[in-house]
C-alpha cells in the first residue's frame, strides 16, 4: 500500500494568519484512494527548511504532495526548491506561459514578469493544469537520476511528487481534474470503489448506534462523518476490479438507505438543493422563495443548481417589515402584534410569495440570525419556516416547522442550519407530503 | 529567540475525519509571544513515529508542544512517547489521580480503571492543570540527563515539553491558564504585532510589483496573499512590546494604504460586504438589490453583517424573464430584443429595483454563470452589473460595469468573483462616484 506525506509550505501557515483546510481535504482523498498517510508536515517560506522536509518526506513516503508556494512572488519557493533537491535546471513551459499571458491579454492587461516564473518546471516533470487560478502545478515521477539523488539507487517503488497552490478551490480543482486520476493509475492498490450516503435529520452518533454492526466490517468497510449540519456514511470496498467492488459494497448500502429511509437524502456529490432541483424538474413543479433571516442563502443555493432557472421565477429577501407588507403583502396587523417573527408571518409570507408568482409552491423564512437582536420571548435562533402548495388534488396545503437553535451558533451557523431544515422541508414534501404532516 | 516546535497527535487528523484548529491557535500564541515555529509535524496514533517526531522536534526547536494523545483510551500515547524518548519512568500523580476520581464520583460513578493512565507524568515532568476537562497535561523543563539523552551535552538553551489535549476548548484553558505564563517566564522574547491590508481591483503580482522595496525588509515583515479574488499584504513588525511593534510597522501601513489609494479596502477581519455595510450606515442610505445570474449571493454576503436590516429594504432574485417584467418593470421589449443578459437589462432591473423600493441605491445582476446557457455572442461568464442611484445633488446617476470572465471558471467562481465586483462598485460609489466615472 503506497504511502504519501503532505506538506504545506507558507510561513502565513505557521503564523496562524490562515486555517489550514487543504490538509483535511487531502487526507480525506487520499483515504478514499486507499493511500496511506503517516506524516503531515507543515513549513515556512524558507528555502534551506522547504528542501529539508521535502527529502525527509520522500525518503519516508512514496508521493510527495505540497501545498502553497506557486504563485508569483518573491516568497514562492516550491518549485524552485524541487528543482534544487535534485539539481534539476528549470525549464519555461511554453504552453503554460502563453495561457498564462492569455489570461491577463484578456483582461486588457499585460502579464507582469514576475508572473513568468510561474511557466517554470523542473527538466522531466509535467504540468498539473490548474482548471481555475492561474498558477497550474506539476506531476513529477521520479527517474533513476532523482531516485539517485536521494540515495535510492534499487527501490521497486514509484516516488511522484504533485504540487498544488494555497487556495483551496484551485486545490481541489487540480485534484478532481488530474491529480486524482494520476494516483489512481499509479498507485491504487487494487481498485477502491467507494459511495457516501448523505443523510440529514439524524445525528452522527445515532446514525453510528443504528448501524454499529456495520462500522466493524472491514471490507466494504463504513465510516460515519459529520459537518455542515448533515451526516454522511462512506462505505468503501476494495477488489481486484471496481465491479468487485461494487458488489461488496451493495449489500451493505442497501442496507443502509433501507434503515434510513428518507433521513438518506442522496449520495456522493448530491446536495440537498440539488435533491430539491431534481425532485421539482422530476415533477414539473415550480417554486418562489421568501426570505428573512437567511437572507438569500436558501436561494443562493437553491439557484447554483445548473438549469434551476427552469423551476425558479422568484426569490424575495424581504429584509424590512415594509418589504414583508408591499411585496409580499403580509397584514399589518400580523406585523404590529404578532411581529416578523411569528409563525402567522411565514404563513403570510409563503402565501403571499405563492401568490405573487403564481408558483406551485412557496417557501418561507423569517427567525432572528443574531448577534443581536434577541428577546426573552423570541432569542436568538428562533426561527420559523412555512410552506405553502397547491397539491396535487389542487387543494391548498400548508406546513410549518419552528427551529430553537439557542444562542450559542454564530449568524452564519443559524443560517447555514435554517437553510438545511428550510430544504429539506421542500424535499420531504416532493417526496410526499405526509412526511411534513407528523411534526 | 526561542523557537517552538508543534505536534499534533493523532490518526484522525491524518484521515481528515477532524479539522485541526488547534494548530492555528497555537501558531497565532507563539506569535504573539514571540517565540518562532519553523515546523509543524501531525503524526498518527504510532508509538515509534510518535517517538521519532519528538526526537526531531526536540534537536531543532527548544520547545515541543504537543497535541493530543493524552485521554484515557489504549491509542493515546504521548505521554507514555515521552517517558520512553527519555526511558524515564512514569509516576502516578496522587494529586489528579484523586482529581479525576473526584470527577467521577460527582457524577455518582466510579472511575475506570483506563483512566487512572491521565494521572500518569514521567519523573521530572511537573503536570500541567486542565481547567477544563478531566485529562491534565505536562511542562517538562529538561535536565541534564534528558539533554544527554538526545546528545545535547553542552547546550546554553532551556528545553521544554509541554502537551495538552486534542479538545480545542480544553487546550485553550489549559494554554491560557498555565502554559503562556509558563513560557513567557522561560522564553519572553518579545511580541509580535501584525495588520493586514486587503485589497481588492489588483492582483497578487501587482501589488507584490508595486511594493517589492518593501517585501525585502526584515523588521516589519511585509508579505502577499491571494485567495477568493481579492489579495492581503500583511504587515508584521516584532519588538520588546506591542507599542513598539505597532510604531515600527505603521509607517509601512501608512505607506501601503497611500499608494493602494481605494484598492486597499480595510483590515484585518474587514471584508467588502463590511466595508459597504459601514459605509451606508455612515451615510444614512438605503440599498436594493436585483440578482439574477448570482442567485442571491450578493445579497446573502451582505445581510450576512449584523444590522444589515438597517440599509436593506428587499433583495429580489428575479432568475425568470417574467419575474424581471412583472416585479422589477423590465420592458418586454427589452427582453425580447436585448434579452435577460444585456445592459440595457442591467440597467432597468436596477432602475425598477429602486423604483420599486424607494431606497437610495438599486443594484443589479443579469449574466451567464454557467456551465450551459452560454452562446457564440453571449458566453459562460458574461455579466452586466448596473447600480442606479440618487446622488446628494438628488440627480439620477446609473453606473455600468461588463464582466468577461470566460468559461474556465465554474459556477460558483463566476458568482463569486462578480459578487466581489457587485460589492466594490457599491463600495466605491459610496467613497466617490468618481471612481465608477472613469471605467
Given at each position: 500500500?503506497?504511502?504519501?506525506?503532505?506538506?504545506?509550505?507558507?510561513?502565513?501557515?505557521?503564523l496562524g494568519?490562515?486555517?489550514?483546510?487543504?490538509?483535511?481535504?487531502?487526507?480525506?482523498?487520499?483515504?478514499?484512494?486507499?493511500?496511506?498517510?503517516?506524516?503531515?508536515?507543515?513549513v515556512?517560506?524558507n528555502?534551506?527548511r522547504?528542501?529539508?522536509c521535502?527529502?525527509?518526506a520522500l525518503?519516508?513516503?512514496?508521493?510527495l504532495?505540497?501545498?502553497?508556494g506557486?504563485?508569483?512572488?518573491a516568497?514562492?519557493?516550491?518549485?524552485e526548491s524541487?528543482?534544487?533537491?535534485?539539481?534539476?535546471?528549470l525549464?519555461?513551459?511554453?504552453?503554460?506561459?502563453a495561457?498564462?499571458?492569455?489570461?491577463?491579454?484578456?483582461?486588457?492587461?499585460k502579464?507582469?514578469?514576475?508572473?513568468a516564473?510561474?511557466?517554470?518546471r523542473p527538466?522531466?516533470?509535467?504540468?498539473?493544469?490548474?482548471?481555475?487560478?492561474?498558477?497550474?502545478?506539476?506531476?513529477w515521477?521520479?527517474?533513476?537520476?532523482?531516485?539517485?539523488?536521494?540515495?535510492?539507487?534499487?527501490?521497486?517503488?514509484?516516488?511522484?511528487?504533485?504540487?498544488f497552490?494555497?487556495?483551496?478551490?484551485?486545490l481541489?480543482?487540480?485534484?478532481?481534474?488530474?491529480?486524482?486520476?494520476?494516483?489512481e493509475?499509479?498507485?491504487?492498490?487494487?481498485?477502491?470503489?467507494?459511495?457516501?450516503?448523505k443523510h440529514?435529520?439524524i445525528?452522527?452518533?445515532?446514525?453510528a448506534?443504528k448501524f454499529a454492526?456495520?462500522?466493524d466490517?472491514?471490507?466494504?468497510?463504513?465510516?460515519?462523518?459529520?459537518g455542515?449540519?448533515?451526516?454522511?456514511?462512506?462505505?468503501?470496498a476494495?477488489a481486484a476490479?471496481?465491479?468487485?467492488?461494487?458488489?461488496?459494497?451493495?449489500?451493505?448500502?442497501?442496507?443502509?438507505?433501507?434503515?434510513?429511509g428518507?433521513r438518506?437524502?442522496?449520495?456522493?456529490?448530491?446536495?440537498?438543493?440539488?435533491?430539491?432541483g431534481?425532485?421539482?424538474?422530476?415533477r414539473?413543479?415550480?417554486?418562489?422563495?421568501a426570505?428573512s433571516?437567511?437572507?438569500?442563502?436558501v436561494?443562493?443555493?437553491?439557484?447554483?443548481?445548473?438549469?434551476?432557472?427552469r423551476?425558479?421565477m422568484?426569490n424575495a429577501v424581504?429584509?424590512?417589515?415594509e418589504?414583508k407588507?408591499?411585496?409580499?403583502?403580509?397584514?399589518?396587523?400580523i406585523?404590529?402584534t404578532?411581529?416578523?417573527?411569528s409563525?402567522?408571518c411565514?404563513?403570510?409570507?409563503?402565501?403571499?410569495?405563492r401568490?405573487?408568482?403564481?408558483?406551485?409552491?412557496?417557501?418561507?423564512?423569517?427567525?432572528?440570525?443574531?448577534?443581536d437582536?434577541?428577546?426573552?420571548?423570541k432569542?436568538i435562533?428562533?426561527?420559523?419556516?412555512g410552506?405553502?402548495?397547491?397539491?396535487?388534488?389542487?387543494?391548498?396545503?400548508?406546513?410549518?416547522?419552528?427551529?430553537r437553535?439557542?444562542?450559542?451558533?454564530g449568524?452564519?451557523e443559524?443560517?447555514?442550519?435554517t437553510?438545511?431544515?428550510?430544504?429539506?422541508?421542500?424535499?420531504?414534501?416532493l417526496?410526499d407530503?405526509?412526511?411534513?404532516?407528523?411534526?
Amino acid at each position: 500500500m503506497a504511502t504519501a506525506e503532505v506538506l504545506c509550505i507558507g510561513t502565513e501557515l505557521l503564523l496562524g494568519d490562515v486555517l489550514d483546510t487543504n490538509s483535511q481535504f487531502l487526507a480525506q482523498q487520499l483515504a478514499l484512494l486507499g493511500i496511506n498517510c503517516f506524516h503531515r508536515v507543515t513549513v515556512g517560506d524558507n528555502p534551506e527548511r522547504i528542501r529539508e522536509c521535502m527529502r525527509t518526506a520522500l525518503l519516508r513516503a512514496d508521493i510527495l504532495i505540497t501545498s502553497g508556494g506557486i504563485g508569483p512572488t518573491a516568497d514562492d519557493l516550491t518549485t524552485e526548491s524541487i528543482a534544487q533537491v535534485f539539481g534539476a535546471p528549470l525549464d519555461v513551459d511554453q504552453e503554460v506561459l502563453a495561457f498564462i499571458e492569455g489570461l491577463f491579454a484578456a483582461r486588457g492587461l499585460k502579464m507582469p514578469p514576475s508572473n513568468a516564473k510561474q511557466a517554470l518546471r523542473p527538466r522531466g516533470a509535467r504540468i498539473l493544469p490548474n482548471p481555475v487560478g492561474s498558477a497550474p502545478g506539476i506531476i513529477w515521477t521520479l527517474g533513476p537520476a532523482e531516485l539517485a539523488v536521494l540515495g535510492l539507487q534499487d527501490v521497486q517503488t514509484v516516488k511522484s511528487i504533485l504540487t498544488f497552490p494555497g487556495v483551496p478551490s484551485e486545490l481541489k480543482g487540480m485534484w478532481a481534474g488530474t491529480a486524482r486520476g494520476y494516483l489512481e493509475e499509479t498507485y491504487a492498490g487494487g481498485t477502491i470503489w467507494s459511495k457516501e450516503l448523505k443523510h440529514y435529520g439524524i445525528g452522527e452518533s445515532a446514525l453510528a448506534e443504528k448501524f454499529a454492526h456495520l462500522l466493524d466490517l472491514a471490507n466494504p468497510s463504513v465510516a460515519p462523518y459529520a459537518g455542515n449540519w448533515e451526516c454522511r456514511l462512506r462505505v468503501a470496498a476494495k477488489a481486484a476490479t471496481l465491479e468487485e467492488a461494487r458488489a461488496l459494497a451493495q449489500p451493505v448500502i442497501d442496507e443502509i438507505k433501507q434503515g434510513s429511509g428518507v433521513r438518506c437524502y442522496g449520495e456522493d456529490s448530491d446536495t440537498l438543493e440539488s435533491v430539491v432541483g431534481r425532485l421539482l424538474t422530476e415533477r414539473g413543479l415550480t417554486i418562489a422563495l421568501a426570505e428573512s433571516c437567511t437572507g438569500g442563502m436558501v436561494s443562493e443555493r437553491l439557484t447554483n443548481i445548473p438549469g434551476s432557472s427552469r423551476y425558479i421565477m422568484l426569490n424575495a429577501v424581504t429584509y424590512s417589515n415594509e418589504a414583508k407588507h408591499r411585496v409580499l403583502g403580509v397584514s399589518e396587523e400580523i406585523l404590529n402584534t404578532q411581529g416578523a417573527v411569528s409563525p402567522e408571518c411565514a404563513r403570510a409570507m409563503a402565501l403571499g410569495i405563492r401568490q405573487l408568482t403564481s408558483c406551485d409552491l412557496g417557501l418561507s423564512v423569517t427567525g432572528i440570525a443574531g448577534p443581536d437582536g434577541g428577546t426573552e420571548e423570541k432569542p436568538i435562533g428562533l426561527v420559523y419556516l412555512g410552506l405553502s402548495a397547491r397539491g396535487a388534488d389542487n387543494e391548498e396545503r400548508y406546513f410549518a416547522r419552528t427551529l430553537r437553535l439557542g444562542k450559542r451558533l454564530g449568524r452564519h451557523e443559524v443560517r447555514w442550519r435554517t437553510a438545511q431544515e428550510a430544504l429539506n422541508m421542500v424535499r420531504l414534501y416532493l417526496i410526499d407530503p405526509q412526511h411534513l404532516e407528523s411534526p
